[in-house]
């Protein structure tokens, strides 16, 4: 079992519209949480991250931690065709990051 | 401020033979990691340099290998390539630990 689990996808959505993005992680000793974003043929984007519990919020973008429940979220309002990416969470085990495989969205005009 | 450079953006290479790969982190940066991005696996990690010291590495074999110089760029070596070696390569500098990691472009790698 992966230690961060990330439904692949893809989600389509149309423009304007809340997107929820998801995973779940198993070690209850992570306190660092990241989400990033890939462009295709690009590197991964380090979009924000958080420390223990609580919501984070960068413009457009929050992302929540659950630490109960081991769940990490990343909410975007207002998405825009811009969006469209792989967004890729992940945990900091201390020496590397843990990631998920990434979801695919994509924002449709 | 420069990013992370990685060098060379393509290599095709044939099993069995060997690549470097080559990073150059964000200016005063001193900690690189290496991640292997496969469709199936997804990214996974190599290893960790710091201040030229190999401090961590992940479960890979040990044809899989790295430096790092004093002016922090990295590279990483590997040896006797099998077709699934063929992956992006990433590259990410910090300033110690990997809470804020910037990765590089990568090295798309495909082993014939």
């Known amino acids: 079992q992966k230690e961060v689990e990330q439904d692949p996808g893809p989600l389509s959505v149309p423009e304007g519209a809340i997107v929820s993005l998801n995973c779940t992680y198993s070690?209850?000793?992570?306190?660092?949480f990241m989400w990033y974003r890939q462009y295709s043929r690009k590197g991964p984007e380090l979009l924000m991250y958080t420390y223990s519990s609580g919501n984070k919020e960068d413009g457009r973008f929050t992302a929540q931690v659950d630490k109960s429940s081991k769940y990490i979220s990343l909410f975007i309002r207002d998405s825009q065709p811009s969006d469209s990416a792989t967004y890729l969470c992940?945990?900091?085990?201390?020496?590397?990051?843990?990631f998920g495989k990434g979801t695919s969205l994509l924002v449709t005009p | 401020k420069a990013g992370v450079t990685q060098t060379p953006r393509y290599l095709i290479k044939t099993r069995g033979q060997q690549v470097t790969l080559s990073c150059s982190p964000i200016?005063?940066?001193?900690?690189v990691s290496w991640y292997q991005q496969t469709p199936g696996q997804g990214l996974q990690f190599l290893f960790e340099y710091f201040s030229e010291t190999q401090r961590n590495k992940g479960n890979f074999p040990g044809r899989f290998s790295g430096r790092q110089f004093s002016n922090s760029r990295s590279e990483m070596n590997v040896s006797t390539l099998e077709l699934g070696d063929s992956a992006l390569y990433l590259c990410a500098s910090s300033l110690g630990g990997s809470t804020e990691a910037f990765f590089g472009q990568g090295t798309r790698l495909t082993v014939v």
């Open positions: 200016s005063g940066h001193r900690s």
């Open positions: 992940a945990t900091y085990s201390g020496y590397a990051l843990n």
């Open positions: 070690n209850s000793a992570f306190q660092y």
